[in-house]
Every structure is written in C-alpha cells, then in structure tokens.
C-alpha cells in the first residue's frame, strides 16, 4: 500500500490572510466557507491548506514551492508578485535568462519562480 498527498500545509500567523495571498498568485479562488479569521483555509485545485499556528516562522524553510509562470516570462512573473505583497530574498537570474528568483511571501516562507516553458524552450 501507498501514500496520497492529499494537501500541502503552510503554518502561519494568519490563514486567511496567507491563503488570500496565494489564492492571487495562483490564480484559484478560496473555498466559499472560508472566512477571515478562520484557522484552518484551503486553496482547491492545489490543495494547498493554510493553518494558524501561534509560533512565528524561525529558519528557512526546508521545503518550498517552485512556481513556473504559464502566460507571461519568468521576469514580469516576477513582478507581478512584488506588486502583490512578495519580497525579492535572492537573485539567481543569469544574464543568459537562465536561474530564477526566489521571493518569499507575506509571512517570509520562500518560493522560487523559474523561467516559463516558452522560454526554455527557447
């Protein structure tokens, strides 16, 4: 017998306004149930669940999200994702177009963004 994944689980300080964040970069609607203040906030088709916990992020994560843009470049993704509450933490892009960036969110859990498929393929 196997193993599902059946969620992938952010602590943080508030769920709502975390999953809120998220929900804009990944272009999916919070569930109609979800409300502000609510513990527990669910992110349907990614299966990403927000849960309020009462200790602050202490050290980098050890596990993050790598976002590919699907209808723009690597770079305007990027900010894109500025103007929605990210901050810029490293800077790997390479002067080729390769590398990517990585960013962290509202709550300082980092994600990278990779360069788009057109643009590997390129």
């Known amino acids: 017998m196997t193993s599902a994944i059946r969620h992938t689980t952010v602590d943080c300080a508030d769920a709502y306004a975390l999953?809120?964040?998220?929900?804009?970069?990944?272009?999916?609607?919070?569930?109609?149930?979800?409300?502000?203040?609510?513990?527990?906030?669910?992110?349907?088709?990614?299966?990403?669940?927000?849960?309020?916990?009462p200790e602050a992020k202490a050290v980098k994560n050890r596990v993050h999200l790598d976002l590919q843009p699907q209808d723009r470049t690597r770079d305007e993704e990027v900010d894109r994702l500025l103007a929605l509450?990210?901050?810029?933490?490293?800077?790997?892009?390479?002067?080729?177009?390769?590398?990517?960036?990585?960013?962290?969110?509202?709550?300082?859990?980092?994600?990278?963004?990779?360069r788009s498929a057109a643009e590997r393929a390129a």
């Not at 999953?19 to 990944?26: D, H, I, K, N, P």
């Not at 892009?93 to 960036?101: E, F, I, K, V």
Request: charged residues 25%; contains cysteine.
């Open 19 to 53: 999953a809120g964040f998220w929900s804009q970069v990944l272009g999916h609607s919070l569930r109609p149930e979800d409300e502000p203040g609510d513990p527990e906030v669910l992110i349907e088709p990614a299966s990403l669940l927000f849960v309020t916990v």
């Open 85 to 114: 509450g990210a901050t810029l933490v490293d800077d790997r892009r390479n002067p080729d177009g390769t590398g990517w960036a990585v960013l962290t969110d509202p709550e300082g859990n980092e994600f990278c963004v990779e």
